[in-house]
């Protein structure tokens, strides 16, 4: 399923990789030669790699610390125990949501966090491919040190590990970042040529609080202060008003669609159809373990679909090619890499999964795209492959030790909690 063209299957296909490169797609042609290694998928589907459009890795360490709690109530528990992170924990609860994501097909996320050289570390360490940016609050105590920190970062780490590695500058939302410190990271994105990740118009409170002191909505202020003219990832976007479905079908990157977040926070539902009707790029994120509960791909596809669904009253709205486009290039496209990844193209890097599809959970495959973005789940992802290496097979990480991820996670959530 090479996502390029959109919905087309090849039935007993192949794909070849030299160099980390793609080379070859497409029904089953020359047999290997000497010297080859060869995966057997008989069985299975082939396809690229998710995209994780918008996360925080590390906070991992905080599943299921605020339940059932609104946006800026759950902000505030978030942000004392964020107060007490190392670059230590940073890691380990990176390299955790590391073994969840490639458990569930995810090769790229995009991260927006703080100790960004440890999240860097964690992707290196993993084998996977991120773009990270370091989370910049205008409302801080010192704002200014916060911009240096991630500047630097991306002079250090941009295109680092063979490329896996790019970065981004990340205003946090409106809300955290005034208007002159938004004007202090477009400038600095300028310089250092940079894209920019940002929350965007996540709940109706925040687009009322904008309309209310600067007469505009988030999207038509961050216009208006010159964050779109620089590339923009924008998680969210759930609430549109005015002319902001004009402004974003404007926007070079694209919306990270985050369904599984927004209903457990009752957020709202993001107007997905609409975006894409308007030719907005639109890729899939989890958003982070705390606000969603894991770092689910499958359950972010089955989510998107059925809430544009229900959202629209049409069965057909948001069929499963075009899901199944939002998990893998609309999210490459709006991080920037949609030359690179995102779809089993010649010339593009091999980011590609194999999953089975012999489940009692996924069986007869009448439909096999219906069966992946449906059915389909993290227990089904066999092998994954990031730049032509495999980094994930039997239920394994190839590169870590996922018991060792997971007991340092634990061990550094309970001092957080604890306050140490």
């Not at 038509?220 to 779109?228: C, D, K, P």
């Not at 990844?341 to 980011?351: C, E, N």
């Amino acid at each position: 399923m090479p996502v390029e063209p959109n919905g087309v299957v090849w039935p007993g296909g192949q794909v070849i990789i030299d160099g980390g490169r793609i080379v070859a797609v497409g029904p089953a042609g020359a047999p290997p030669l000497p010297g080859d290694v060869v995966i057997d998928a008989t069985g299975m589907v082939v396809l690229p790699g998710f995209v994780n459009a918008h996360t925080h890795a590390a906070m991992t360490l905080m599943r299921g610390l605020a339940e059932d709690m609104t946006l800026m109530p759950w902000l505030e528990k978030i942000w004392q125990v964020e107060a007490r992170l190392t670059g230590d924990d940073v890691y380990w609860g990176t390299l955790l949501a590391g073994v969840e994501m490639l458990a569930s097909g995810i090769t790229t996320f995009a991260d927006q966090y703080f100790f960004c050289d440890d999240v860097a570390r964690a992707v290196r360490d993993l084998g996977m491919r991120a773009s990270i940016s370091r989370g910049l609050i205008g409302t801080g105590p010192d704002p200014a040190a916060s911009l240096r920190e991630g500047a630097a970062f991306f002079e250090r780490w941009h295109k680092a590990a063979g490329g896996r590695i790019t970065a981004m500058l990340g205003p946090h939302a409106p809300y955290t970042c005034p208007p002159d410190f938004i004007a202090q990271v477009v400038a600095a994105a300028k310089v250092l040529n940079a894209p920019l990740h940002i929350h965007l118009s996540e709940t109706r409170e925040e687009v009322d609080e904008s309309l209310r002191v600067y007469g505009v909505s988030p999207i038509e202020r961050m216009a208006n202060e010159g964050l779109f003219e620089q590339p923009v990832l924008a998680a969210h976007c759930v609430h549109l008003v005015g002319h902001d479905l004009d402004i974003l079908a404007q926007v070079r990157g694209g919306v990270a669609h985050n369904p599984v977040s927004n209903l457990k926070l009752a957020c709202g539902v993001a107007p997905v159809t609409d975006m894409l009707a308007r030719k907005v790029n639109v890729g899939l994120g989890t958003d982070g373990a705390a606000s969603a509960g894991t770092l689910d791909m499958f359950a972010a596809m089955r989510q998107a679909a059925f809430l544009a669904k229900n959202r629209n009253g049409d069965p057909t709205a948001l069929p499963v090619a075009t899901v199944l486009e939002m998990a893998t290039l609309g999210g490459a496209r709006a991080a920037g890499l949609g030359d690179e990844i995102g779809s089993l193209v010649p010339g593009k890097r091999a980011d590609v999964i194999i999953v089975d599809l012999h489940r009692p959970h996924t069986m007869p495959l009448h439909d096999v795209l219906a069966a992946v973005v449906y059915s389909a789940r993290p227990g089904d992802v066999k092998t994954v492959i990031v730049d032509g290496e495999v980094v994930y097979a039997g239920g394994r990480p190839v590169r870590v030790d996922p018991q060792m991820a997971a007991e340092q996670a634990e061990f550094r959530a309970r001092r957080l909690v604890a306050g140490q």
